[in-house]
DNA sequence: AAAAAATAGTCAGTTATACTGATTATCATA
DNA sequence: TATGATAATCAGTATAACTGACTATTTTTT
């Protein structure tokens, strides 16, 4: 067995990669990405979010987020207004046409997903899923 | 719950990240990411592979294998020869400087690694990268 | 054997992505 | 009012990855 398969990382961004390359032909046709969408759905979860909010949240560069909003304000999937009680920050929000392409995508992610983990029993994906979200909350926390 | 933890993708590329991101700073000294980790592993484990080969199994484009390939070359942690079975192709190998900081590397690696899993047991631990390479085994067999 | 097709690797040029550091506008605090 | 902090921006830089053309070699076809 390679030493690829003894790590946790390695085997851990193979697997995103498939998950990755897989979704991200969904999203094409949009003209946005994964993390692009990732953006997008914080938005919708918590509107009037400032870009320094979404980007902590996903660990985006605060430049970085400036061209993702960009990107997706010229697209029209959301708005930036000033906001009204720290006119130094924006409220992002997202607009219905953005709205309507994350659920639409929504749909294809989760076929996508269930494609890729087909190989395993429903409860083996669920418990995937919380290992891996176990992981992740137990960094946040510190 | 954020649709974010709903997705297998968006969570797996976090704890990726988490992954990725500690043990990158380990590998900073020797002035190689983890992605040229992964190829020097390779590289040692099928000794006289090409760059084809190597591009193959982990998914790198053939004209980013060279500029991996060039530097490693440069820092002297592996060499290339003509293939003389096949003189278009080069065989790989790793050098007793490029085996050393492997080796030395893969100790900061497991300790990397069980540090970011800590908050799981050791069967919770065991299950999640038997759940990880049974999603890849899976899809490499198609 | 000669011609044609395929393959491994290279290279120039392009695109995408993300970062550094400086700057502007605004807000909070002293 | 003056000082410092903060949110966002921007120019410039770095890097990673890809496209498409090219060389050298091998394989296949005729």
Redesign the pocket.
Known sequence: MSRIFKSYGFITGKVEQLFEMDFSKELAPYNI?V?QYGVLIKIDEKPNS???DIAKELK?????M??I?DHLEALEYLT?TKNPQ?????CLTITAKGKQILEDCWGALEQSERKIISSLSDQEARLLKDLLIKIFKNQEES
Not at 60 to 64: S, V
Not at 86 to 90: E, F, G, N, T, V
Request: aromatic share 6%.
């Open positions: 990405n993390k400032s870009q320094k985006i560069d605060r430049t970085t400036v061209s909003v930036r720290d006119r130094r920050s924006y």
